[in-house]
Nanobody, 115 residues
Framework: VQLQASGGGSVQPGGSLSLSCAASGFTTDNYAIGWFRQAPGKERKGVSCISSSDGSTYYDDSVKGRFTISRDGGGNTIYLQMNSLKSEDTAVYYC?????????WGQGTQVTVSS
C-alpha cells in the first residue's frame, strides 16, 4: 500500500489550505482513510477520516466546522479542506489508511499557521 500525500504549506491565521492523499496498492473496498497530525512535542492525533464503505466521516472536535474531508467518488484519493486555520493547527499531517488490522502511513506534510 502506498499513500502519496500532497498539499500543505504556510498560511496566516484565518486562511485556508488543502491536502490530498492518493492511495494505491490495495484491492479492498472496505477501509478507512484519513489524516493524523503531530505537533512538535506532542503525540500524533487523529484529525479526520472517511469510510470507503458508506462515506461516513469523523472529525476531531478541534477541527469540526472548519475542516472537510472528501473522497473522489469511487476513487482512492481523499482531500482535506482546511478553513479558518489557527496557529494550533500547525503540525505535520500524515495520511493514514486502515484495512482490517493493518495500518499504513504516508509521508508527512507540513502545515504552518503563523502571522
Amino acid at each position: 500500500v502506498q499513500l502519496q500525500a500532497s498539499g500543505g504549506g504556510s498560511v496566516q491565521p484565518g486562511g485556508s489550505l488543502s491536502l490530498s492523499c492518493a492511495a494505491s496498492g490495495f484491492t479492498t473496498d472496505n477501509y478507512a482513510i484519513g489524516w493524523f497530525r503531530q505537533a512538535p512535542g506532542k503525540e500524533r492525533k487523529g484529525v479526520s477520516c472517511i469510510s470507503s464503505s458508506d462515506g461516513s466521516t469523523y472529525y476531531d472536535d478541534s477541527v469540526k466546522g472548519r475542516f472537510t474531508i472528501s473522497r473522489d467518488g469511487g476513487g482512492n484519493t481523499i482531500y482535506l479542506q482546511m478553513n479558518s486555520l489557527k496557529s494550533e493547527d500547525t503540525a505535520v499531517y500524515y495520511c493514514n489508511l486502515r484495512w482490517g488490522s493493518a495500518v499504513y502511513w504516508g509521508q508527512g506534510t507540513q502545515v504552518t499557521v503563523s502571522s
